[in-house]
T-cell receptor, first 109, second 113 residues
Framework: SQQGEEDPQALSIQEGENATMNCSYKTSINNLQWYRQNSGRGLVHLILIRSNEREKHSGRLRVTLDTSKKSSSLLITASRAADTASYFCATVPVLKLVFGKGMKLTVNP | NAGVTQTPKFQVLKTGQSMTLQCAQDMNHNSMYWYRQDPGMGLRLIYYSASEGTTDKGEVPNGYNVSRLNKREFSLRLESAAPSQTSVYFC????????????FGPGTRLTVL
């Protein structure tokens, strides 16, 4: 069963706008990760945030983690058409990853 | 480095046929994984191998077998394919120093008629 659930399931924005997607999970985790998947391709790791961290930045990406609410958010600032992809959160309760269903982001030029 | 490679990229099978999906990584990673991705379902773990010589069932192992041939290679076998196994299959690996970060192959799109 899926551990992470992304919200919204789909989002369409204009280039230059910020995109925020949320992830909720059910059980305690060691860390939470965000992955991107371009159409027809494999997943690419974006960023990892550990359970003892609250916020992390990587370029235009900002991830927050609230373990009390069992939720995380991914913010993509100044979006570009190249950011169009599906985004997945994944949690690590043990060795293996458990993926959410994914969120499809469309950035319109 | 090629990273994680998978063969074939596409495959069409008839119900009852068997086939093996191949996966190899050149990053000297200990752990390897097989996932399937279905529309609206995200990725689900089929089997994983924490290290050479060990394999464990994931979330959806039924109908599949795996072999960790050596440290580099981890194969997934469908003994008698069923239409329900139509999916995109991804292999992934992770290393000793970053065990939680997985590197994915490009995927194999399998259709079972």
């Amino acid at each position: 069963s899926q551990q992470g659930e992304e919200d919204p399931q789909a989002l369409s924005i204009q280039e230059g706008e910020n995109a925020t997607m949320n992830c909720s999970y059910k059980t305690s985790i060691n860390n939470l990760q965000w992955y991107r998947q371009n159409s027809g391709r494999g997943l690419v790791h974006l960023i990892l945030i550990r359970s003892n961290e609250r916020e992390k930045h990587s370029g235009r990406l900002r991830v927050t983690l609230d373990t009390s609410k069992k939720s995380s958010s991914l913010l993509i600032t100044a979006s570009r058409a190249a950011d169009t992809a599906s985004y997945f959160c994944a949690t690590v309760p043990v060795l293996k990853l458990v993926f959410g269903k994914g969120m499809k982001l469309t950035v319109n030029p | 480095n090629a990273g994680v490679t998978q063969t074939p990229k596409f495959q069409v099978l008839k119900t009852g046929q068997s086939m093996t999906l191949q996966c190899a990584q050149d990053m000297n990673h200990n752990s390897m994984y097989w996932y399937r991705q279905d529309p609206g379902m995200g990725l689900r773990l089929i089997y994983y191998s924490a290290s050479e010589g060990t394999t464990d069932k994931g979330e959806v192992p039924n109908g599949y077998n795996v072999s960790r041939l050596n440290k580099r290679e981890f194969s997934l076998r469908l003994e008698s394919a069923a239409p329900s196994q139509t999916s995109v299959y991804f292999c992934a690996s992770s290393g000793e120093w970053t065990p939680d970060e997985q590197f994915f192959g490009p995927g194999t799109r399998l259709t079972v008629l």
